[in-house]
């Protein structure tokens, strides 16, 4: 089957770094992409990553191993506006299905 | 702004309605993919139209449709609704797919319906 594992609950420090965390199966691999969601809100497009390495974005940070089949999202320099959920999606091979695999995201909690 | 737009923002109705949910894409984009995502639950992808006609399904219910008009507008049609179908239903576009293109989808605000 198809499957995206996301730590369910994070807690961090402002101004501290925190790292997301998602390991993936799918039938065959086409992108990985990082949304953010406040609670209420739509989800907001933060980061894809197709090839292996780190992809930087400013404070955020997207890393991507396809042989482990694992992704991470770094955050530096934490703020409170960062409390929100992190969704981890992938897009399996593609044709003519070409729908995303989302998790069910980590919600991550930044304490003053 | 994504320029994803969605309306109504709310809708309260009761058991057994029928409702219509609007989506207009991005200026540009031809894909049109419509989701639900209850209280504390995962984005559940529904359907999708690639200008005009449905190209992916999900995990949508017989009860509910959609279509994509000739102006890319989107319509997703709820009816003989139960309580459990009440949660936030979201509209997403993305632009035509191209190699090396991430065909990213912006999301639109959402439409949170409550059956009572």
């Known amino acids: 089957g198809q499957n995206i594992d996301q730590p369910t609950e994070m807690t961090a420090t402002e101004g501290a770094i925190v790292q997301i965390n998602c390991t993936y199966q799918t039938s065959g691999f086409n992108g990985l992409f990082w949304y953010q969601q406040h609670a209420g809100e739509a989800p907001t497009f933060l980061s894809y990553?197709?090839l292996d390495g780190l992809e930087e974005k400013g404070r955020f940070s997207s890393f991507l191993s396809r042989s482990k089949g694992y992704s991470y999202l770094l955050l530096k320099e934490l703020q409170m506006k960062d409390s929100a959920s992190y969704l981890c999606?992938?897009?399996?091979?593609?044709?003519?299905?070409?729908?995303?695999?989302w998790g069910l995201g980590t919600s991550l909690a930044v304490n003053p | 702004d994504s320029g994803v737009t969605q309306t109504p923002k709310h809708l309260i109705t009761a058991t057994g309605q029928r409702v219509t949910l609007r989506c207009s894409p991005r200026s540009g984009d031809l894909s049109v993919y419509w989701y639900q995502q209850s209280l504390d639950q995962g984005l559940q992808f529904l359907i999708q139209y690639y200008n005009g006609e449905e190209r992916a399904k999900g995990n949508i219910l017989e009860r509910f449709s959609a279509q994509q008009f000739p102006d890319l507008h989107s319509e997703l049609n709820l009816s003989s609704l139960e309580l459990g179908d009440s949660a936030l239903y979201f509209c997403?576009?993305?632009?035509?797919?191209?190699?090396?293109?991430?065909?990213?989808?912006?999301f639109g605000p959402g439409t949170r319906l409550l059956v009572l």
């Open positions: 999606a992938v897009r399996s091979l593609g044709g003519n299905n070409r729908k995303l695999i």
């Open positions: 990553n197709v």
């Open positions: 997403a576009s993305s632009a035509p797919a191209r190699v090396g293109m991430a065909e990213t989808q912006y």
